[in-house]
């Protein structure tokens, strides 16, 4: 019988919801029909994806209701009354309930029955009898299918609870009648340990099922949790769609599901599919449905587990590998059509995963919040279910599923490496909250999963001794932990400079980098972080100097160097704890924050286990939470006193929230991180190398300087150990490197743009600009009381002054920007630290003075400029750096003109002398010895040097000269020359002081001139 019925209401959300939207687009492209989509949401989803993909949606109000037949809280897709106003609200026809929530509840089916919907599922008394465990069991045992066993019965009580238990032998299982999805179950090994599993397998099947039956069964080990994907229509044909392997789980929380069952002989696939068949065919079954066994595969045995009324979340690995849609397929069946034809053998192999958000490394608690960023992969053999996007959030109130991550390949290594390639693509940036992608990246590289040797239990046991923790790159993700944690105490200090400019006073506080405490997996670690450049900064760590360049992406990705090796980062919290992702594994990383014991997640305290004053021990039991229908307990992190109690029963918190406080006695760490040693960062740090040349040590001697010029972090021991490093290579270094003296240059150039803005002096501004009374530093505390004004105000030759030291910062403007404020700061910091390091300027123009003939063609007017305005800066303020810096001036820029004016005129008096030797007579003679007598120079060596040389009648001139400039100051009169033994005589006389004093000028040998007079 054909079943008309055109809107279609969705009682479900997220992935489940976007899963149909897609399958009723797709079905009406394919057969030209004319369905419609009504999403019924909660507020927390009013924005997301599903709401604005179905074609209608319609409110159901806050997500969380109180029972008031019980006081308890529900969650409002269980709140069948007010599901029912929805349904008439929306002129519904038909209801696609998908997986969880009310999709086993025969008592909703019944109640769309009774509101003439469609059920798009099994019928009202299959999914009664099938649905609910305990009849199925009987069902089961009756077509004579093996089932776990049990008591046959319900324990009503705690008493008949221990009875079964102890008629069926330890270990056992408590488990919820009413649903299915790991939800309502619990284990207890021993008979002290059955009181709390009962009371635990009663609550959460009440919360999520809204029924708090449960029944006892034997717990078996060693078995693989298989299924039969079974789809009927209403016509008597039943599909068995193969088998899937379910067995990676976590308590009882399916991680990885697999088609077809890998290692399972054909005569258990075909038993387990004729028992599914045999079991619905006899309740009449219809759409689509699941059943799931338990498999010895040792002994060859297996049992009855229970039936999934409804379509399974891994369902899509049966759809890759058989090339169904099995949404279209319920549809399809839900209309009224026929399964034609045999079921389609499977092909290749499909592996799914479920992407969750929550954090391994807190007992796997959930850890909800904003999605920022959600990169999908892509690629052949993908696939992606999921009902988030970018911005959309994961909300606290519901299942913490982010999406389902499948591929699909020729056999199951292939669909293997393609879902590892997926994941590696994967980006889930979750505010406040955290994914496991990283456990699951890890999880798919562990050998029992790649040779599937893997039986229920197994993970349960990784978990227990912490083996699902990997440990891989922690060590990067403490050194960005360390260097985010150094970044917001930076910028604390910058906001403390900003409010102290802002009263008139600006104040700054030098450091030398900042010691950071974190503590990772119940281990503390000490981290001291400089920063060295923007980019690079350096941890010591242990006994380990790490050098790491760490370059921000965007807004949550990192690139990050380190060890030679660079790694993709994605910090997903700004505030502590951190979690930070490198290359897919995340870790989350707090701050020693002495004894607070935080909430993991946003959660409800739903009891607090210790009193104020009470004495505990490491990793005991101190309160329990409730997280997306998920019960949490805290764990003491170290031993000591209850000190103060900060929350009480029923009380909303958030993430990172404080519940106690503890007075720390016994450091012992959690159990969850007993045994584990402290992390080792040897292989993180840079090798020893053998010194490099020496350009390079120099170049990076001179990168440190301006570094700590530019204000970033040193003190007075780098100081040192730099001038040290200089003085060592100036031995060895090449002077006249034209990059090294560009360095120095910059690095001089930087302390002078700095000091200009903080000049003391008036600026002698024009009468039009200002009264030339203010100087730079009182123009600049008057800026920086309010930034946001720009140059407002402002002369501009003091604005020029400050963009070109702000320009050293990468500042180009003033408008209000991160980087401008950065900039200012980094300035402040810059002048606080010059009297300490005016010894590097020192160092840097005594190499000048030093080497002046080889760096003198590196000079040109803009060195003169820069020794010009740094004389200028200096003046008062730092005497050493003013007078090296006038000696530098005078040896490079003016000793030479000096030197050239000089020898110019010898050149000129050396002319004349020849012209005259040539020319004795020359009228002009008397012209040309009156310019030697004049000459500013001293000629009396080049006149000595000429006179050694020269003829009779040229010494006799030279002569002339010598005596006329040594008495250029007397009025010589009778000024003659004689020739007296064949030796030139000069005479002339002078009066002085009123006496007549005669001059006798020759030129002999000093032997013999005592007998020439």
């Known amino acids: 019988m054909k079943t008309e019925f055109r809107r279609i209401a969705i009682v479900n959300r997220g992935d489940a919801a976007m899963r149909f939207v897609q399958a009723v687009q797709e079905y009406n492209q394919e057969f030209h029909t004319q369905l419609r989509t009504l999403a019924l949401f909660t507020e927390p989803d009013r924005h997301a994806l599903f709401v604005r993909e179905a074609d209608e949606a319609f409110t159901l109000g806050p997500a969380i209701y109180v029972d008031a037949a019980d006081g308890e809280r529900k969650n409002s897709y269980l709140n069948h009354e007010l599901l029912a106003q929805a349904l008439r609200a929306s002129a519904a026809e ?33 999914m009664r009898n099938l649905g609910d465990k305990i009849t199925a069991k009987k069902i089961a045992g009756e077509l004579g299918i093996p089932v776990i066993p049990w008591q046959g019965a319900a324990a009503q009580t705690l008493a008949q609870a221990r009875e079964h238990a102890e008629q069926l032998g330890y270990p056992v299982i408590i488990k919820s009648s009413a649903g299915g999805g790991g939800r309502g179950i619990r284990t207890a090994v021993r008979p002290e340990q059955l009181a709390a599993a009962y009371a635990g397998a009663r609550s959460e099947s009440l919360k999520v099922f809204g029924d708090p039956t449960v029944f006892v069964e034997r717990l078996l080990t060693g078995v693989r949790h298989l299924e039969v994907q079974i789809l009927a229509d209403q016509h008597g044909t039943i599909w068995p769609l193969g088998v899937r392997d379910c067995s990676v789980q976590r308590r009882h929380q399916k991680i990885l599901e697999e088609a077809p069952a890998p290692k399972l002989r054909r ?7 004729d028992a599914a068949v045999r079991l619905c065919q006899s309740q009449g079954y219809v759409n689509c449905g699941n059943v799931e066994f338990l498999l010895d595969s040792r002994r060859g045995e297996f049992w009855f587990m229970e039936v999934n009324t409804r379509l399974q979340v891994e369902h899509a690995v049966t759809e890759l590998t058989t090339g169904l849609d099995l949404v279209k397929l319920q549809i ?11 079921p389609p053998r499977p092909a290749g192999h499909a592996i799914e995963v479920r992407l969750n958000a929550e954090d391994p490394a807190q007992q796997f608690t959930p850890a909800p919040g904003t999605v920022e960023v959600f990169r999908l992969p892509s690629g052949p053999g993908v696939r992606v279910d999921t009902g988030l996007a970018d911005g959309g959030v994961v909300p606290p109130e519901f299942d913490s599923m982010i999406g389902r991550i499948i591929a699909h390949g020729r056999d199951r290594s292939e669909a293997l490496a393609r879902l590892q390639r997926a994941l590696l693509h994967t980006s889930v940036v979750i505010t406040g909250g955290m994914s496991n992608k990283g456990f699951l990246t890890e999880l798919l590289g562990r050998p029992e999963v790649e040779r599937a040797r893997v039986e229920v239990g197994w993970l349960d046991g990784l978990v227990r001794s912490n083996g699902h923790l990997s440990g891989r790159h922690a060590e990067v993700a403490l050194v960005l932990a360390a260097i985010k944690a150094y970044l917001a105490e930076f910028e604390q200090e910058k906001s403390t400079f ?27 670690y000490s981290l001291h972080v400089l920063q060295l450049e923007p980019h690079r900064f350096r941890v010591q760590v242990q006994e380990h100097r790490l050098e790491i360049l760490a370059e921000r992406l965007d807004q949550f990705e990192w690139k990050l160097t380190i060890g030679g090796r660079s790694h993709r980062v994605f910090s997903l919290a700004e505030q502590p704890p951190f979690v930070i992702e490198v290359d897919g594994v995340p870790h989350r990383i707090g701050r020693d924050d002495e004894g607070l014991v935080k909430a993991p997640a946003p959660a409800v305290v739903v009891s607090v286990l210790v009193k104020e004053g009470d004495t505990i021990v490491a990793g005991e039991r101190v309160a329990v939470l409730e997280a997306m229908k998920m ?14 109690i900060f929350v009480r029963q029923n009380q909303q918190v958030n993430a990172g929230a404080a519940l106690l406080s503890l007075e720390l006695g016994d450091h012992n760490p959690v159990p969850a991180t007993a045994g584990r040693a402290p992390l080792q960062f040897a292989a993180l740090a840079a090798p020893v190398a053998p010194p490099g040349a020496a350009a390079e040590r120099w170049q990076a001697n001179l990168a440190a300087i301006k570094s700590l010029l530019l204000g970033f972090d040193g003190g007075a021991d780098d100081i040192k150990r730099l001038l040290a490093e200089r003085r ?18 910059a690095t001089l150039t930087i302390v002078t743009d700095l000091l200009a803005v903080f000049r003391r002096a008036p600026l002698d501004e024009s009468r039009s600009e200002g009264n030339g009374r203010s100087s730079a530093e009182e123009y600049l505390h008057a800026y920086l009381r309010n930034t946001k004004a720009g140059s407002e105000g402002l002369p501009p030759r003091f604005v020029n002054c400050l963009l070109a030291a702000l320009a050293h910062h990468g500042v180009t403007s003033l408008a209000d920007s991160p980087e401008l404020d950065r900039g200012l ?12 390091a005016q010894s590097l300027l020192a160092s840097i123009l005594e190499r000048h003075l030093e080497h002046m003939p080889a760096l003198q063609p590196l000079a040109g007017p803009a060195y003169r400029d820069l020794l010009d305005r740094l004389i200028n800066e200096t003046q008062g303020l730092f005497p050493e750096i003013n007078d090296l810096a006038r000696e530098v001036r005078y040896r490079y820029c003016d000793q030479p003109l000096l030197d050239e004016s000089r020898h110019a005129i010898y050149h ?23 310019e030697m007598v004049d000459c500013p120079q001293p000629l009396n060596q080049l006149l000595s040097r000429r006179i050694q040389t020269a003829d009779f009648e040229m010494r006799g001139l030279i002569l002339e000269v010598m005596n006329l400039r040594f008495y250029r100051i007397r009025e010589l009169r009778d000024f003659r020359r004689e020739v007296v033994a064949g030796r030139n005589l000069l005479r002339a006389w002078y009066e002085y002081e009123g006496t007549a004093i005669e001059l006798i000028s020759c030129h002999a040998d000093y032997g013999r001139l005592a007998d020439f007079l």
């Open 728 to 745: 060592a290579l100036a031995a060895s270094a090449s002077a006249e490197s034209p990059e090294w003296w560009q360095q120095e240059i």
């Open 332 to 342: 399809h069946v839900a209309r009224g059509g026929k399964l034609e034809g045999k």
């Open 498 to 524: 900003f409010a102290s400019a802002h009263r008139g006073r600006p104040l700054v506080r030098l450091q030398n980098g900042v010691t950071v405490k974190l503590v990772y997996q119940g281990q503390s």
């Open 267 to 273: 005569s258990h696939r075909d038993a387990l599919a």
């Open 908 to 930: 000129t008096v050396e002319a004349h002398l020849d012209y005259l030797q040539q020319q004795p007579q020359a009228a002009d003679r008397e012209q040309r010895i009156q």
């Open 94 to 126: 038909a209801v696609w309930v998908g997986w969880g929530f009310v999709a086993e509840q025969a008592t909703f089916a019944e109640l769309c029955q009774n509101l003439g919907l469609v059920f798009i599922g099994p019928g009202v008394t299959a």
């Open 825 to 836: 700061f980094r300035l402040a910091r810059s002048h606080q630290r010059l009297p300490e």
């Open 631 to 644: 019960e949490m307990t805290i764990l003491a992190p170290a031993g000591g006193s209850v000190k103060q």
